[in-house]
């Protein structure tokens, strides 16, 4: 055999082997190739749209706090408005209470007052009406005299 005849049958040969791999073998490398592209491209694509969607939580997250401290800041008002409120209330009926009590002690003053003046009054009367006894000696209509001394008490 030629070297000629070896070379032309390898070249054969090989065509045929380069004709079967281009439909056989081939075919499955490359849609296994096309497979994992896509699949890379789509991870990709995932990871992109997962990227945007974490930024956009942060950014969610973020408003939500600040409205969260806004909404604490505003309770907070409200509670020291409310309690300011109601120690101005209580300061209020404080005073109310206090007035109440002047008024109650004033009016009990003033009922003592009355009590040790009609006291004063009838031991006036009858401090007047035993003085009297005394200077008259002789005769003392005590019902008469009584009458007389109570309407100067009443006066006095």
């Known amino acids: ?35 994992r592209k896509q699949k890379i491209a789509e991870g990709l694509s995932a ?16 408003a939500n706090l600040k409205e969260a ?25 404080a005073r109310a209470e206090g007035e109440r009590l002047i008024a109650q002690a004033q009016g009990e003053i003033d009922q003592t007052i009355n009590q040790a003046r009609e006291q004063l009054r009838k031991e006036v009367a009858a401090l007047a009406l ?8 002789s005769e003392v209509n005590r019902d008469t005299h009584g009458k007389m001394l109570e309407q100067l008490a009443g006066e006095l």
């Open 1 to 35: 055999m030629s070297i000629n005849a070896t070379l032309i049958g390898q070249v054969i040969w090989f065509a045929l082997f380069v004709f079967f791999c281009m439909k056989f073998v081939w075919p499955p490398i490359v849609g296994a190739l096309n497979e």
């Open 47 to 62: 990871a992109d749209r997962a990227e945007r969607d974490l930024e956009l939580a942060q950014e969610k997250a973020t």
């Open 69 to 93: 401290k806004d909404k604490a800041a505003e309770i907070l008002d409200q509670a020291n408005k409310r309690a300011n409120q109601i120690v101005e209330e209580a300061k209020d009926q």
């Open 130 to 137: 035993s003085g009297a006894e005394k200077v008259l000696a």
